[in-house]
């Protein structure tokens, strides 16, 4: 049997045969890996939320205060890409972070157009902990793994992602 799906714009972008792990016929969704990560992002993200609930920050706000915390965004557009969202839904999140005095926009002195974000006093301190929260909920989902186990998910997640990645890439040139 041949591993290559034909017409499929994404083969070109990876260097290994495609196998077919999942078949349409007899298809479990329960089963697939895509469900299983998906469950496991909800979860935590609802268990984050839960651990962040005394600081009123939601799943939603907190992923963009972590990003401008860590120094990964500095601008609205930044932090929408990083967080892959669309400008308007951006907007409405930092007007919320804005009413809670977490953050704070900041025009540009060196070109108007541009509008930096910082974290207030209080949304620096409040983004000071999600690290531990996080740290510590990924500790508890991974009890009962041994150092080993770990490393080698985290080797095979990171080959899935730089997959998915190739994958996107080829499609965005296959766009153009």
């Keep these: 049997m041949d591993n290559k799906l034909p017409c499929n714009p994404f083969i070109d972008a990876l260097s290994s045969p495609l196998v077919d792990f999942y078949q349409a016929k007899g298809y479990a969704p329960d089963d697939s890996v895509g469900y299983l990560m998906?469950?496991?992002?909800?979860?935590?993200?609802?268990?984050?939320?839960r651990e962040l609930e005394p600081t009123g920050l939601t799943n939603a706000q907190w992923v963009p205060m972590l990003k401008l915390?860590?120094?990964r965004?500095?601008?609205a557009a930044e932090l929408a890409?990083?967080?892959a969202l669309d400008a308007g839904s951006m907007t409405r999140?930092?007007?919320r972070l804005e009413a809670k005095q977490l953050c704070r926009r900041i025009r540009s002195d060196d070109d108007r157009r541009v509008v930096n974000l910082e974290l207030t006093e209080a949304g620096r301190a409040a983004?000071?902990?999600?690290p531990g929260i996080l740290c510590g909920m990924q500790n508890a989902l991974l009890a009962g793994f041994s150092v080993e186990e770990w490393q080698t998910l985290q080797s095979l997640l990171r080959r899935m992602l730089d997959t998915a990645q190739a994958m996107q890439t080829q499609a965005e040139k296959n766009e153009t």
Aim: overall charge positive; charged content about 25%.
């Design 73 to 75: 965004a500095s601008t």
């Design 69 to 71: 915390y860590m120094g």
């Design 81 to 83: 890409r990083q967080c």
């Design 38 to 49: 998906r469950r496991i992002i909800s979860l935590m993200a609802q268990g984050v939320e």
């Design 93 to 95: 999140l930092l007007d």
């Design 127 to 130: 983004a000071k902990e999600i």
